[in-house]
């Protein structure tokens, strides 16, 4: 009956997930209009500090960070629900495409209906720079470590050890002062280690049984390699979808085809380059977490086993890649809050939400150029992204436009065009 209390709560987190586009720098964004600003679930320091933990962890972050908001709300159940609804949508929509992935024609028309999705997902991503910046940097020394985490990210956005090293540099950079006092009185948090104890176990299960399939050529041994891969890939890759992709695609594709590697497992799940390719694209342009791109590989490396494989390839790369995120956050978070207690943790914080700030702002200016913006070209299509960027920072920053509404509105701009 306490789940039922929840339910606008829940109402709201799958609104976000039909309408949260641009990767986990463009979800902070959304999630300060709709979880800060509209709901008030949290406040903007605690998302801001929300989000900096689960940037030190491997998995995905925006996911994370948005499980946390229902930990807090209602507990370990909540945050389940809460992040079963948040993948939902991008997982299903990623499977089907991976049975409908042959027919390329409305694979282009999709890529035209979001034309201006990654632009609008810019400016989202702006709005949570400027918001941050009003709340973390107020400083010399969280100015000094704000511009010198936008630097970085915009040079090795793509680097995966980026933003924690970030992170970690900035929370040490801070505890040079003692003017923050942490304080007394908080109240520990009760460690409970059943999360850290299943994480470690399905780790070694996986790799064994993985392993024990392939040697033994069990029936459907796919299924369990799949598992293991997609299990790894959750527990152990730092930087998001960026780095998640790649190794991926060097898991699937590059490794399926050398001679070496086929010699020795003639049966290794491979993916179509072009196919997986093509998923890459198409995860970018659908609202939810990057990471649902594992349902639609899950389904594409399981293609050739017939459609009931394939439909167990997308539950299982939608599920194993998830897993890991939701057992360390919820392990790793009670043990953060009773690190705060001390002046080293807690003087960190002011430099780590500071060089927040500044992987927001050099994730601004990356996007920008990687979206190949250049008005000197005279192009019509890179002064309407500019407008676009432009026009959905103004909204987000000066007017109370619901964040789908401004989605919505960019789909209908790219249908027009």
């Not at 370990?76 to 991008?90: C, D, R």
């Not at 630097?151 to 002062?177: D, E, H, Q």
């Not at 705060?340 to 927040?356: D, F, P, T, V």
């Given at each position: 009956m306490k789940l039922l209390r929840h339910i606008p709560f829940l109402k709201t987190v799958f609104l976000y997930s039909i309408t949260a586009f641009g990767g986990p720098q463009g979800h902070m964004g959304m999630m300060i209009k709709t979880f800060v600003h509209k709901r008030r679930d949290v406040t903007e320091e605690e998302l801001i500090e929300y989000n900096a933990f689960c940037n030190l962890l491997p998995g995905a972050s925006s996911t994370q960070t948005l499980t946390l908001i229902g930990y807090k709300r209602g507990g370990i159940l909540l945050a389940i629900f809460t992040l079963l609804i948040w993948i939902f949508p991008a997982c299903l929509l990623m499977s089907l495409f991976s049975f409908f992935i042959s027919y390329s024609n409305e694979y282009l028309e999709l890529n035209k209906l979001f034309l201006f999705i990654r632009p609008m997902a810019v400016g989202f991503i702006a709005f949570s720079a400027c918001r941050m910046y009003k709340i973390a940097v107020h400083n010399l020394i969280t100015r000094i470590i704000m511009v010198v985490a936008t630097i970085c990210t915009f040079y090795f956005f793509k680097t995966p050890w980026i933003f924690p090293s970030l992170i970690v540099a900035a929370g040490i950079a801070t505890n040079f002062s003692s003017k923050r006092i942490p304080q007394k009185g908080v109240r520990s948090k009760k460690i409970k280690w059943g999360n850290m104890l299943i994480f470690i176990a399905l780790f070694i299960i996986a790799g064994y049984l993985s392993e024990a399939a392939r040697k033994n050529e069990w029936k459907h041994r796919s299924a369990y390699n799949?598992?293991?891969?997609?299990?790894?890939?959750?527990?152990?890759?730092?930087?998001?979808?960026?780095?998640?992709?790649?190794?991926?695609?060097?898991?699937?594709?590059?490794?399926?085809?050398n001679p070496q590697v086929i010699k020795k497992n003639p049966r290794i799940l491979k993916a179509d380059k072009a196919d997986f390719l093509t998923g890459s694209g198409i995860v970018r342009a659908i609202p939810g977490p990057v990471f649902s791109i594992c349902a639609y590989t899950g389904g594409l490396v399981m293609r050739s086993r017939g459609p009931n494989m394939q439909l167990l390839g997308c539950i299982i790369g939608a599920v194993a890649i998830?897993?890991?995120?939701?057992?360390?956050?919820?392990?790793f978070f009670p043990v953060w809050q009773n690190l705060q207690k001390y002046a080293i943790i807690y003087r960190s914080l002011e430099g780590i939400n500071a060089a927040i700030t500044g992987i927001m702002t050099g994730a601004t200016f990356y996007?920008?150029?990687?979206?190949?913006?250049?008005?000197?070209?005279?192009?019509?299509?890179?002064?309407?992204?500019?407008?676009?960027?432009?026009?959905?920072?103004?909204?987000?920053?000066?007017?109370?436009?619901?964040?789908?509404?401004i989605v919505i509105g960019c789909i209908l701009l790219g249908w027009i065009f």
């Amino acid at each position: 009956m306490k789940l039922l209390r929840h339910i606008p709560f829940l109402k709201t987190v799958f609104l976000y997930s039909i309408t949260a586009f641009g990767g986990p720098q463009g979800h902070m964004g959304m999630m300060i209009k709709t979880f800060v600003h509209k709901r008030r679930d949290v406040t903007e320091e605690e998302l801001i500090e929300y989000n900096a933990f689960c940037n030190l962890l491997p998995g995905a972050s925006s996911t994370q960070t948005l499980t946390l908001i229902g930990y807090k709300r209602g507990g370990i159940l909540l945050a389940i629900f809460t992040l079963l609804i948040w993948i939902f949508p991008a997982c299903l929509l990623m499977s089907l495409f991976s049975f409908f992935i042959s027919y390329s024609n409305e694979y282009l028309e999709l890529n035209k209906l979001f034309l201006f999705i990654r632009p609008m997902a810019v400016g989202f991503i702006a709005f949570s720079a400027c918001r941050m910046y009003k709340i973390a940097v107020h400083n010399l020394i969280t100015r000094i470590i704000m511009v010198v985490a936008t630097i970085c990210t915009f040079y090795f956005f793509k680097t995966p050890w980026i933003f924690p090293s970030l992170i970690v540099a900035a929370g040490i950079a801070t505890n040079f002062s003692s003017k923050r006092i942490p304080q007394k009185g908080v109240r520990s948090k009760k460690i409970k280690w059943g999360n850290m104890l299943i994480f470690i176990a399905l780790f070694i299960i996986a790799g064994y049984l993985s392993e024990a399939a392939r040697k033994n050529e069990w029936k459907h041994r796919s299924a369990y390699n799949l598992f293991e891969n997609f299990y790894r890939f959750g527990s152990l890759v730092f930087g998001g979808g960026d780095v998640l992709i790649p190794l991926m695609y060097e898991q699937y594709v590059s490794r399926s085809e050398n001679p070496q590697v086929i010699k020795k497992n003639p049966r290794i799940l491979k993916a179509d380059k072009a196919d997986f390719l093509t998923g890459s694209g198409i995860v970018r342009a659908i609202p939810g977490p990057v990471f649902s791109i594992c349902a639609y590989t899950g389904g594409l490396v399981m293609r050739s086993r017939g459609p009931n494989m394939q439909l167990l390839g997308c539950i299982i790369g939608a599920v194993a890649i998830f897993l890991p995120s939701i057992l360390l956050v919820l392990f790793f978070f009670p043990v953060w809050q009773n690190l705060q207690k001390y002046a080293i943790i807690y003087r960190s914080l002011e430099g780590i939400n500071a060089a927040i700030t500044g992987i927001m702002t050099g994730a601004t200016f990356y996007l920008m150029k990687d979206i190949s913006i250049d008005i000197m070209q005279g192009r019509a299509l890179n002064i309407l992204n500019v407008a676009v960027i432009a026009i959905t920072l103004f909204l987000l920053l000066k007017t109370r436009i619901p964040s789908p509404v401004i989605v919505i509105g960019c789909i209908l701009l790219g249908w027009i065009f």
